[in-house]
């Protein structure tokens, strides 16, 4: 485990995928278009364990447990944090500004 805050660790990661799709000559909008697609790729892999938890595939039969979507859930989360900080290098304020006025929608008052 990293020392430091998660973005540090998202950072860390961002630089690493970035500075590896770079060596390979994809463009910064190549590289932002892939993540997504790896972030919609993970999206999939939590629906698929919810599927394997509700043993709604006939073939497969109960295949999951919640813990296996929560894992694929934080997978997916960090992939668009990852996502996030590619794009931008202010990534957490961004993300802050942004679910302080989505938040604004639901909670009332001063978002607690």
Known sequence: ????????TIGALAALFTRLDSGRGLSAEEQWTLQVLKLSEEVGEA??????VRATNPRKGRSHT????????????????????RMRPD???????????KSAKFLPGDGR
């Open 66 to 85: 919640w813990e296996h979507v929560q894992e694929e859930v934080a997978d997916a989360v960090i992939t668009g944090m990852v996502a996030l900080a």
């Open 91 to 101: 990534a957490a304020g961004f993300l802050a500004d942004v679910l302080a006025e």
């Open 1 to 8: 485990m990293r020392d430091g805050t998660p973005w540090d």
């Open 47 to 52: 629906a698929q364990a919810v599927i394997g």
